[in-house]
């Protein structure tokens, strides 16, 4: 399936908790978009540029987060996290 800014797709057994939301998949957020969960996965997260999220942000792989990116919340990697410029957690 090819990638479509426009397109939500939400994976089979995906939980949504009270505050976040509980994935087994990569995740990835895309530019300029408001996400009022936390994301916990299993596997890698990658949000793109001006995102704002209101809360954390759990991964068992690498996390990367682009520029100007807002997190309301920890930011926790089990292996490696990149964070661009003007990134405020």
């Known amino acids: 399936m090819p990638f479509d800014k426009k397109t939500l797709v939400i994976p089979d057994r995906t939980v949504f908790e009270e ?19 936390g994301i916990i996965t299993d596997k890698r997260v990658f949000i793109g540029e001006r995102v704002n999220t209101n809360g954390g942000i759990s991964a068992k792989d690498d996390i990367r987060i682009d520029m100007f990116s807002v997190i309301n919340g920890d930011v926790d990697g089990k292996k490696d996290i990149y964070l661009g410029e003007k990134v405020k957690v």
């Open 19 to 37: 505050h976040n939301i509980v994935v087994n998949h990569d995740v990835i957020i895309s530019d300029r978009s408001n996400l009022d969960y």
